[in-house]
């Protein structure tokens, strides 16, 4: 069964960063897109950027363009989110997630 590990989150001050890591396996990872999604207090579930299998094509919800940074290492089955100049908003539970399987979210919080 497909198996994804989030680690990297805290707590972090408004303007600060945070860099999630989502380590996978039990499926080719470098065959397919990957997703960052968050569950917010308040809002939900919501979609927060995607990268294609080769890491070629990036697409971010709008309120992170310009300050997160998707990425991946096909040679480390590992999927990365860079957060920079992070806001009270961006605090969540961050998910990473391919097909219908998610890992277990690691906590972001940013406060002063």
């Known amino acids: 069964q497909v198996q994804l590990v989030e680690s990297g989150g805290g707590l972090a001050q408004p303007g600060g960063s945070l860099r999630l890591s989502c380590v996978a396996s039990r499926f080719t990872f470098s065959s397919y897109a990957m997703s960052w999604a968050r569950q917010v207090p308040g809002k939900g579930l919501e979609w927060v950027s995607r990268i294609g299998s080769d890491g070629s094509d990036t697409y971010y919800i709008d309120s992170a363009k310009g300050r997160f940074t998707i990425s991946r290492d096909n040679a480390k089955n590992t999927l990365y989110l860079q957060m920079n100049s992070l806001k009270a908003e961006d605090t969540g539970v961050y998910y990473c997630?391919?097909?219908?399987?998610w890992g277990q979210g690691t906590q972001v919080t940013v406060s002063s």
């Open positions: 997630k391919v097909f219908t399987y």
